[in-house]
């Protein structure tokens, strides 16, 4: 597969990275076997002699969300021309994506391919696309470069992982580049988010810059400009019903703002560790010390890879929000209702949703099958960083968001729910 159009975004997103490493040992990207949602819905579809079903609105989206199990309430609309498929995306094509825990899907109109990222306990972040064309027969078939382009550019530090912007973008979708653009994750504060994005909520006088163009919207009605917060509605917009709902549900987004980052730092902090324990046996074998032995600097290296992840998954310099946020479609509550709960029906999908996004600020990602597959070094350093913050032994100020009470929650709540905790938790 090739798109030759690509250049000029590496541009804005970063160039290629070192992805060239990823293919070395001990990662071996590119041939290594994957471990993720959609390698085991291959082998179902493999092993049952079925295949996907394409309909002819939307090809073979709503079967592939059926089969990952992704809810329709996840979806979000982006039409900032950012992504692969630029040449289908503009503000009256948006792209649509779809999330779960382990899986985001990205459908263009008209497009040739759905495109699939999936979280891979051994391999990061693993791409696959489904072309669209029903003669081919819907099958998932994985990538191992055209995605890295932009996935595992430098802006993700060569890593392949998430991404997710706002930026300025005129009535073609097009960036306006001398406006500039910044990522977004939970600690970027709401007045400077959603660029290029469609969002449907509400969250009173928090501006931000969702359902904006460059230039303002043309074809609306001068002496009636279209809203750009608090936008409940998308009809004025563009043909809603071309989609599978009418939402860009802004609790989703910012949901998956805050995992997309946390699933790179997990990323990161695995493959760091994994070359750090690498590098640490070669070294052992030249020198013919015993296996087991460890140099204070590799030990430093997996400590150093792990903070990143402790300080995200506990919410550090998450920004505030200063008025209730509302969505509009089922997302919130059906995220909430999967749980797990505690004793007290305490889990932490709850909401917040009026400071803060949720109510125990210790990201549910923990329970995920990227987070299990964290090598055992890594996840014993990051329990045991987790623990020292939530018993009151760490109180620096990267923590200073969290209440007693807050740590007190989190700690009973991971307690009673997260299997594997160490002995002394
Ligand atoms: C030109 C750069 C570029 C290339 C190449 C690219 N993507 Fe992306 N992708 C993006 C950007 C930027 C986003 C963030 C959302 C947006 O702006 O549309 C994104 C988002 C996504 C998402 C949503 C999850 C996330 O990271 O936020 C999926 C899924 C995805 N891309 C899949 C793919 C697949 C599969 C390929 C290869 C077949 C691919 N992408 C190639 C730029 C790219």
Redesign the pocket.
């Known amino acids: ?1 090739r ?1 030759p159009h ?1 250049g000029l ?2 541009l804005h ?1 970063g160039t290629s990275g070192t992805a060239a490493d990823l293919d070395r040992l001990p990662i071996q990207y590119a041939t290594a076997e994957p471990n993720n949602v959609v390698s085991k819905l291959e082998r179902r579809l493999k092993s049952d002699k079925t295949a996907l079903k394409a309909d002819d609105e939307h090809g073979y989206l709503p079967a592939l969300l059926k089969a990952l199990d992704v809810p329709l309430s996840s979806q979000l609309l ?1 039409f ?1 021309k ?3 498929q ?1 040449s289908r995306i503009g503000p009256k094509t948006p ?1 649509a ?1 779809y ?1 779960n825990d382990d899986v ?3 459908y263009c109109r008209q497009g040739d ?1 759905l ?3 999936a979280a891979d306990a051994n391999l990061g972040t693993v ?3 489904i072309d669209q064309n029903p003669a081919k027969g819907g099958k998932l078939t994985r ?1 191992t470069e ?2 890295l ?3 595992a550019s430098s802006s993700n530090q060569g890593f392949p992982g ?4 706002s930026v300025s973008a005129d009535h073609t979708g097009e960036l306006v580049l001398s406006r500039g653009g910044k990522r977004v994750d939970h600690t970027t504060p709401i007045e400077d988010r959603w660029g ?1 994005w469609y969002v449907t909520g509400t969250g009173g006088k928090q501006s931000h810059q969702g359902n904006q163009i460059v230039g303002g919207w043309s074809w609306a009605d001068p002496d009636k400009p279209l809203d750009t917060s608090n936008v409940t509605d998308l009809k004025p917009y563009f043909t809603v019903a071309n989609y599978l709902t009418p939402h860009s549900d802004l609790v989703a987004l910012m949901v ?1 703002e805050h995992q ?1 980052e946390t699933q790179n730092r997990i990323i990161r902090a695995g493959f760091q560790t994994r070359i750090a324990l690498h590098e640490q046996a070669e070294l052992n074998k030249a020198f013919g010390e015993p296996a087991t032995q460890r140099n204070e600097g590799i030990t430093r290296r997996i400590h150093w890879a792990c903070e990143p992840v402790v300080q995200y998954l506990l919410f550090s310099e998450e920004a505030k929000l200063t008025e209730a946020v509302v969505g509009t479609s089922a997302f919130a509550s059906e995220f909430a209702a999967r749980g797990p709960f505690d004793s007290q029906k305490r889990s932490l999908r709850e909401f917040d949703l009026k400071s803060r996004l949720f109510r125990y600020p210790m990201s549910y990602l923990i329970y995920s099958k990227l987070f299990e597959g964290l090598p055992a070094e890594a996840k014993e350093r990051v329990y045991l960083r987790l623990w020292e913050v939530l018993t009151g032994k760490d109180e620096s100020k990267e923590f200073h968001h969290l209440s007693k009470v807050d740590r007190q929650n989190i700690l009973e709540i991971l307690r009673e729910t997260k299997p594997g905790l160490p002995k002394y938790w």
Do not use: D, K, P, W
Request: with cysteine; proline share 0%; hydrophobic share 50%.
């Open positions: 597969m798109f690509l975004l590496l997103i982006v900032s950012t992504s692969l630029r792209r994506l999330f985001t899907i990205g391919v495109e699939i990222a791409f696959y696309t990538q055209s995605c382009i932009c996935h998430y991404l997710i912007r290029g998956l997309n």
